[in-house]
């Protein structure tokens, strides 16, 4: 190869090389990035089905205890409200509902009651039943 085209072939290799790097290091993540912090959890009591207005555990939270409602019933909620975001410590498994007659037509889904935290249901929550176990 003559000596001119070796340069060419070096400059452009050289050109390549840059490039590359350029463009991989615009994919890298700082080292020092902190990973997003989790959300936080909203406030909820033992005993408790809590939900709230907003995604996040943001908005008005309504509360509900058994002793105030009953298991293994539709309950809905006020006219014109629904739930984006709930949390589970009634200590019995909640399903709830995107119906406002607890219908299984709609998106429904049951949530354990150890202690369960959903900041982002996949449906407007219209409704909810507490189940006996």
């Known amino acids: 190869m003559p000596t001119s085209s070796r340069s060419l ?3 452009a290799a050289l050109t390549m090389s840059a ?3 350029a463009v ?3 994919w890298a993540a700082p080292a020092d990035a902190a990973p997003p912090a989790p ?3 909203g406030p909820c009591d033992s005993g408790q089905l809590c939900l709230w207005g ?3 555990f943001k908005g008005k939270r309504q509360t509900h205890e ?3 409602t009953d298991v293994e019933s539709c309950v809905a909620l006020p006219a014109g409200t629904t739930a984006a975001a709930l ?3 009634a200590g019995r498994p909640v399903t709830t509902y995107q119906s406002a007659t607890c219908a299984e037509t709609g998106e429904f889904e049951t949530y354990p009651g150890s202690g369960t935290w959903v900041p982002r249901s996949p449906y407007q929550v219209r409704a909810f039943k507490i189940w006996e176990n």
Request: glycine share 0%.
């Open 66 to 68: 058994l002793a105030a």
């Open 39 to 41: 959300p936080t959890l």
């Open 9 to 11: 072939f070096a400059a």
């Open 54 to 56: 907003k995604e996040a």
């Open 19 to 21: 490039v590359t790097i």
């Open 24 to 26: 991989l290091s615009t």
């Open 87 to 89: 949390a589970n410590r």
